[in-house]
């Protein structure tokens, strides 16, 4: 508060934000979706080319889940783990960068706080303020020309560990049907559409989009890529058996 101003009775100040820098969410929502899509296309196209209800169809879904998991969290794995390393040397260099000419640094941390329209005077004493502690100096350096912080680096374990269990649990939804009996596509074709849409409705809880647009366009892409892979094998299958 300043100058007497009091907080307004709508604003309680407890409220949160939610995590949009953790290593969980984007590898979570990419591999439920790639998971359900990828092993949903797999299946038509094996039913499109070979005799529905066959076991190859079976084999072929629980090849795609377990290839898939294990591929998406490597790939996240290595990804996440290749993106932290490279904050950390980055995040090195800038403290080794305060420690050698502090001055020139503050300077610098100062002309960035007057970019963004603070008087000079107090940018400086903004600055100066900051460079009094040098990690205190270095979270703000970081934040201000990395758009990092330095102590919420995305986790690669995480990461890999969300984008296997969701891969997992998408590429399941198309499979289960056969796994029940089901001797032909449209099992796998109603809950598979079913779960593409809830999936993009849930995913809207996140964003700025309302639940029946990401629903309707993640139903539309999946069931888009399901038919394009169906009627591939449904050409290449005869001539194959």
């Not at 009996?181 to 809830?198: D, E, H, K």
């Amino acid at each position: 508060m300043t100058d007497g101003a009091q907080v307004s009775a709508e604003h309680h100040g407890d409220h949160k934000h939610r995590d949009v820098n953790g290593g969980w969410l984007r590898p979570a929502v990419f591999g439920a979706m790639d998971g359900l899509v990828s092993n949903f296309a797999l299946i038509a196209g094996m039913d499109g080319g070979t005799q529905s209800g066959s076991k190859f169809i079976v084999l072929a879904g629980l090849a795609g889940l377990a290839a898939g998991a294990f591929s998406m969290a490597a790939g996240e794995y290595t990804s996440v783990a290749s993106q932290r390393e490279l904050a950390r040397a980055e995040i090195e260099v800038e403290r080794l960068e305060i420690a050698r000419h502090p001055i020139d640094e503050e300077i610098e941390l100062a002309e960035t706080y007057r970019a963004k329209g603070l008087d000079p005077d107090l940018a400086e004493k903004v600055a100066k303020q900051f460079h009094t502690d040098p990690d205190q100096a270095l979270d703000e350096h970081v934040r201000e020309e990395l758009g990092i912080d330095r102590n919420d680096l995305p986790n690669p374990l995480v990461a890999a560990g969300s984008s296997f269990v969701c891969f997992a649990i998408g590429a399941f939804i198309p499979l289960l049907p056969y796994l029940l009996g089901a001797t032909n596509v449209v099992p796998a074709l109603i809950m598979s559409l079913t779960a593409l849409f809830a999936a993009g409705a849930v995913v809207s809880r996140v964003t700025s989009r309302s639940w029946w647009y990401s629903g309707l366009r993640q139903l539309i892409l999946g069931g888009a890529a399901a038919a394009l892979t169906y009627f591939v094998g449904s050409l290449v299958g005869p001539g194959i058996g």
